[in-house]
């Protein structure tokens, strides 16, 4: 008796074979597109690399270049101003996709302005208290500034703070007992909020000494924080005549009809800068860096780096 068979169906190990080879397929194509995706990981890792090493070299031929340009001003004139060439920006043409350019720190209030032989400076403490009060911000926070910087353990009222407020915090710390060394230290600041902060950047800054405000180049605002009484009007009264023609000497903006009956303290107040910020943006194919580099010019006429910084693009 014979048996039927269907001799068109293949015998079972050719299907496992089928098998074991579209398995040894998948394998190898998941191995090649992960070799791949980490080859393009790299070049592009690289890439990152090389373009970040040529902006840092653009931001230091660039200080190079405002080193000279702040060095020919100091020969040139015997005040700064934004007639000056510091004041003016680096042509868009004269590095593509680079852009430079100096602001005069001495604009602005230096923190470190303060506190003078760990004593509070009265005029300033009195210009900043009113500069706070212009930006809406509460000037009790200037008790706990001074306490900050002071060498003392007391707690001055009714706003101050010391280590044991510190000590409170969810992550603790000391004060600092010395000068600002940064101007984000003033974030660890008991009272000082992250909106103050944000509000007051622009008016403010350090550095390791005391620098007169040059009321040449100085924020409209801040030379309302000179007095009282000095109206918004007279403000701008005093900084279109400065836009015309810089003062040549403090008595001379001291007796402008602006300010002449107001009695302004000439003390922290000049017409000359030594503190300069040049801001630096480098776009370097899809990279775009930004470098702030804090410029303090010497009597001498030497340009010294005081510190240099990567700025993020949402700050920029």
């Not at 007639?83 to 590095?95: E, R």
């Not at 940064?182 to 005391?210: A, R, W």
């Not at 605002?221 to 003062?247: Q, Y």
């Not at 001291?254 to 002449?260: C, G, P, T």
Request: charged share 25%.
């Amino acid at each position: 008796m014979s048996t039927l068979r269907d001799y068109n169906l293949p015998p079972p190990q050719q299907g496992v074979a089928l098998i074991i080879v579209l398995l040894i397929l998948s394998i190898a194509t998941v191995a090649v597109v992960s070799m791949s995706s980490s080859r393009q990981l790299d070049i592009r890792r690289t890439e990152n690399l090389l373009r970040s090493a040529q902006a840092l070299e653009y931001s230091y031929s660039l200080e190079s270049w405002a080193a000279k340009v702040l060095r020919d001003e100091l020969s040139d004139n015997k005040h700064d101003g934004f007639g000056d060439n510091w004041a003016k920006a680096l042509p868009k043409t004269a590095i593509p996709g680079v852009a430079a350019q100096l602001t005069d720190l001495q604009g602005r209030f230096n923190l470190n302005n303060l506190l003078v032989e760990n004593k509070p400076s009265e005029p300033d403490v009195q210009r900043f208290r009113r500069l706070l009060a212009l930006l809406d911000i509460k000037p009790v926070i200037i008790d706990a500034i001074l306490d900050w910087m002071d060498a003392d353990s007391e707690t001055r009222q009714p706003g101050g703070a010391e280590d044991d407020t510190y000590f409170d915090e969810k992550t603790p710390y000391r004060s600092a007992n010395r000068p600002f060394a940064d101007l984000s230290e003033l974030l660890l600041v008991h009272g000082v909020t992250q909106q103050d902060y944000q509000v007051l950047k622009p008016y403010i800054y350090v550095t390791d000494t005391y620098a007169a405000i040059n009321i040449n180049t100085a924020e409209p605002l801040l030379i309302r924080s000179l007095a009282d009484k000095l109206s918004a009007k007279n403000t701008e009264l005093l900084i279109r005549a400065i836009r015309r023609k810089p003062f040549e000497r403090i008595e001379d903006f001291l007796q402008h009809d602006a300010v002449a009956a107001l009695g302004i303290d000439k003390q922290g107040l000049g017409i000359t800068s030594d503190n300069f910020l040049l801001s630096v943006r480098v776009q370097v194919g899809k990279i775009s860096l930004l470098f702030d580099s804090h410029l303090k010019r010497m009597e001498n006429g030497n340009i010294t780096l005081i510190k240099r910084q990567r700025r993020s693009p949402a700050n920029g």
